[in-house]
């Protein structure tokens, strides 16, 4: 008998559990998004996202093929917080909704500006979205359609192309948030500012068509 491995006294070595497949995944993902946010687009290296992460770099490869594919990871996981944003809103005031659109969109791209830049300014070199990726933008441009023609439903702004309207709304408020990113513009109320200025674009939109 063996006293190592029998008796009242062995030692059993309890048996390795491996860490769930999904869990790395977000485990590399949560990482690279701290270094983006924290760092910029030049942290997203794939040994500093595997020592963010506690994960050998292999993971990294492994889950995403490299670098480019966690790039699209943050991509997606942008477009899918800005789609929730959206869907979240309460829809009673149809007008207030729109409003609060507007407000939720800057809200977002200064709660996480440098994510912001991975999904509109290309910010991570050679980066190009792919079609799946591209699918997450659109289902969050269509949260903002479904406002607006809720709008158009309830006669808050003119009836007409819902796409169309929201891509100026969109247009504006992402022409707005990009300056202010950047530290341009010349008023010392960029919220007060904000608001008048999604306002104004619903007054526009709203403006009957002349005859």
């Not at 594919?69 to 944003?85: A, K, N, S």
């Not at 169309?164 to 504006?172: E, F, L, T, V, Y």
Request: proline share 5%; with cysteine.
């Amino acid at each position: 008998m063996n006293p190592v491995t029998s008796g009242p006294r062995a030692h059993r070595t309890p048996p390795r559990t491996r860490t769930a497949s999904t869990d790395v995944r977000a485990a590399l993902v949560n990482a690279a998004e701290r270094l983006l946010e924290a760092e910029g687009p030049d942290a997203l290296a794939v040994r500093r996202i595997a020592l963010e992460a506690g994960v050998a770099p292999m993971g990294v490869y492994n889950h995403f093929g490299s670098k480019q594919g966690i790039v699209d990871e943050l991509f997606q996981r942008g477009f899918d917080t800005l789609r929730d944003t959206f869907a979240d809103i309460d829809r009673t005031d149809a007008r207030a909704a729109l409003v609060e659109s507007g407000l939720r969109y800057r809200a977002l791209a200064l709660r996480r500006p440098r994510t912001y830049g991975v999904m509109f300014d290309r910010a991570v070199a050679d980066y190009e979205p792919s079609p799946a990726a591209r699918e997450h933008a659109q289902a969050s441009f269509a949260e903002l359609v479904a406002l607006v023609q809720h709008g158009m439903d309830e006669g808050v702004i003119r009836a007409d192309d819902a796409t169309d309207a929201a891509q100026q709304m969109w247009s504006a408020c992402h022409g707005a948030v990009s300056l202010e990113l950047r530290g341009l513009g010349f008023v010392d109320d960029r919220d007060a500012h904000h608001r008048r200025l999604v306002e104004t674009m619903l007054r526009g939109l709203s403006t009957p068509r002349a005859t």
